[in-house]
């Protein structure tokens, strides 16, 4: 019989799904497959109908999740050369927070022919800002009835969470929501198809259902207030039943070992949010040492043994990343998107044709035109909130700001000060928490943006820190499968404890970013002007960018 010696990560992303299997002994990947979403992102018309859909939409078709999974696992197993025989167990995560109505039988509602043409039916992906009036009742309303979890969510709640979509669906699709079943995040409900067994993660709950582990989750009467048919939707739309992290939430069954080439009762660890995942990944097992994962958006996580409430934060969960300390999560709701969006629109054609005579893209084009600028060189100053912001403002009404233009300014000259903007906007959720007595002694990256060069080293210069690299280009899937080294157990061929898992599996490049001592001092002075520029445009002294937005949208 093959040795077990395999753990298999399922990272459910924005754009694609991907499978990684990892060696239980020492971490090595041995192979990844990634699999398009055949309808992608889907903020403009909806696939069955061709309808518009509204601003600030974006949800997604779950026939890509289960054609994901049909496709990544076989090749995955493949590429490794190994057979489902040898894999010790499953993690999975997901974007967070994505989540959807499900029927009784556990289907998302918009894949019964009945619904397939509504929207509200369809999964609502974790940029869903349509539903920022709803955020907006959710603060409101806690903060007049002084709810004790507000606090624990740095004082705001997003319209990316669970029960403003939820209340949306309520507002403005009541038959929607009397249709559901269940609303379910998109990490519980594949771990649900993986082993039919309901198992809510403490991770999902905590950071974007306002669960806690002591108290639950909020009132009855408090939902009643926000809509009186919301008073009892934890218990008729949802679970109270959470579980930490780490821990088995059921074994593959038949159905989907025949569906992706496994082997029925392998241990699935139960799901969690694709940052949170990254940790043990990128080696974090202890206080003090953040991780950013750097994408689209970012998220910067990081851990402490006691408790520590920090304003503005997307949360801070007991077990909510790894078992025996609390979890924070801050972030920047757009990052790699900024860089996309102004390649995509505001470069000039003549870039783009020599990008292809030189043979690389037009990022690396732009960063190597780029790279040799001192600090403050091309005179501009950028606000990065091209989505709104996540922390600290929590605003997704807010939009992004270029200043300092001249009829010299040049495409790579505003791609570096995007880049330093985002940077300032980290170095804002580091100076944040430590004001809340939160350390963030190191720095440590993974994601798709790692391989920007110019942009780790900007990082580097304004944090004023040294960042180190995960090992894995697929750090969350990597992660994922430690979780599930975890799940199934020592006496199943994994580990016993995160502790044990993540010093044998996680890891981290040799290449590191040592910050340049005279250009963090040259970024210190323009951060002081990105911070000034943050309270007029982001505190309420000129709400200009909520005026033209009510402008855009015929408000």
């Known amino acids: 019989m093959a040795q077990k010696n395999f753990s298999l990560g399922l990272d459910f992303g924005t754009e694609s799904a991907r499978a990684v299997v990892v060696d239980v002994r020492n971490g090595n990947e041995v192979a990844t497959a990634v699999h398009q979403y055949r309808h992608g992102v889907i903020d403009d018309k909806l696939p069955a109908t061709g309808q518009e859909l509204e601003t600030d939409w974006a949800i997604q078709h779950p026939a890509d999740y289960f054609e994901a999974l049909a496709d990544v696992v076989p090749k995955a197993l493949k590429q490794a050369g190994i057979t489902g025989e040898q894999i010790v167990g499953i993690g999975v995560d997901f974007t967070s927070c994505t989540m959807m109505p499900i029927d009784a039988n556990d289907m998302p509602l918009c894949l019964d022919p009945k619904w397939a043409?509504?929207?509200?039916?369809?999964?609502?992906?974790?940029?869903?800002?349509?539903?920022?009036?709803?955020?907006?009742?959710?603060?409101?309303?806690?903060?007049e009835r002084k709810e004790p979890f507000l606090v624990r969510y740095g004082g705001i709640i997003s319209s990316?969470?669970?029960?403003?979509?939820?209340?949306?669906?309520?507002?403005?699709?009541?038959?929607?929501?009397?249709?559901?079943?269940?609303?379910i995040e998109g990490a519980d409900w594949t771990v649900l198809q993986l082993t039919g067994q309901e198992r809510r993660s403490a991770c999902t709950a905590g950071y974007k259902a306002l669960w806690d582990k002591d108290e639950g989750f909020s009132s009855n009467d408090y939902f009643a207030a926000l809509h009186p048919k919301m008073r009892n939707?934890?218990?008729?739309?949802?679970?109270?039943?959470?579980?930490?992290?780490?821990?088995?939430?059921g074994v593959l069954t038949k159905e989907m070992a025949a569906k992706t080439g496994l082997v029925p009762g392998i241990p699935v660890a139960v799901g969690i949010i694709d940052a949170h995942s990254a940790v043990p990944a990128a080696t974090i097992a202890d206080e003090g040492m953040m991780l950013a994962i750097m994408g689209t958006s970012t998220c910067h996580m990081v851990l402490t043994r006691e408790k520590h409430l920090v304003e503005t934060i997307s949360g801070v969960v007991a077990d909510g990343i790894l078992p025996g300390f609390y979890g924070y999560e801050a972030g920047q709701v757009a990052v790699g998107d900024i860089f996309a969006w102004f390649v995509n629109n505001a470069v000039p054609a003549e870039y783009a044709q020599e990008a292809k005579a030189k043979g690389v893209t037009i990022h690396e084009l732009l960063g190597e035109?780029?790279?040799?600028?001192?600090?403050?060189?091309?005179?501009?100053?950028?606000?990065?909130?091209?989505?709104?912001?996540?922390?600290?403002?929590?605003?997704?009404?807010?939009?992004?700001?270029?200043?300092?233009?001249?009829?010299?300014?040049?495409?790579?000259?505003?791609?570096?000060?995007?880049?330093?903007?985002?940077?300032?906007?980290?170095?804002?959720?580091?100076?944040?928490?430590?004001?809340?007595?939160?350390?963030?002694?190191?720095?440590?990256?993974?994601?798709?943006?790692?391989?920007?060069?110019?942009?780790?080293?900007?990082?580097?210069?304004?944090?004023?820190?040294?960042?180190?690299?995960?090992?894995?280009?697929?750090?969350?899937?990597?992660?994922?499968?430690?979780?599930?080294?975890?799940?199934?157990?020592?006496?199943?061929?994994?580990?016993?404890?995160?502790?044990?898992?993540?010093?044998?599996?996680?890891?981290?490049?040799?290449?590191?970013?040592?910050?340049?001592?005279?250009?963090?001092k040259v970024y210190d002075g323009i951060?002081?002007?990105?911070?000034?520029?943050?309270?007029?445009?982001?505190?309420?002294?000129?709400?200009?960018?909520?005026?033209?937005?009510?402008?855009?949208?015929g408000r």
């Not at 218990?235 to 780490?246: C, G, N, S, V």
């Not at 300032?424 to 809340?436: A, D, H, Q």
């Not at 520029?533 to 009510?550: A, D, H, Q, T």
């Open 117 to 143: 043409s509504h929207p509200h039916a369809y999964v609502k992906l974790w940029k869903h800002h349509a539903a920022q009036p709803e955020a907006d009742q959710v603060n409101q309303l806690a903060r």
């Open 160 to 183: 990316e969470w669970f029960f403003p979509k939820v209340l949306q669906i309520l507002n403005e699709a009541p038959e929607v929501y009397a249709a559901a079943d269940r609303f």
């Open 233 to 249: 939707v934890v218990d008729e739309k949802m679970k109270r039943d959470i579980y930490p992290m780490a821990s088995r939430a």
């Open 369 to 520: 035109k780029a790279r040799g600028q001192r600090p403050g060189a091309h005179g501009l100053l950028a606000l990065d909130w091209w989505n709104g912001n996540r922390t600290p403002l929590v605003d997704a009404d807010l939009s992004g700001l270029l200043l300092g233009c001249t009829l010299e300014t040049r495409a790579e000259d505003i791609y570096r000060a995007l880049i330093e903007a985002t940077a300032f906007g980290t170095r804002l959720i580091i100076e944040t928490y430590r004001k809340f007595g939160v350390p963030v002694n190191e720095f440590f990256a993974c994601g798709g943006l790692v391989q920007n060069e110019l942009l780790m080293q900007i990082y580097a210069d304004v944090i004023n820190l040294p960042i180190r690299i995960a090992r894995s280009t697929q750090a969350s899937a990597a992660g994922a499968a430690i979780f599930g080294t975890v799940a199934a157990g020592k006496e199943n061929g994994g580990y016993d404890t995160m502790q044990e898992a993540i010093a044998k599996m996680g890891g981290l490049q040799e290449r590191s970013f040592t910050p340049n001592p005279s250009a963090a």
């Open 527 to 553: 951060y002081k002007e990105y911070l000034r520029l943050l309270g007029y445009f982001g505190r309420g002294e000129n709400p200009v960018m909520k005026s033209l937005k009510r402008l855009r949208l």
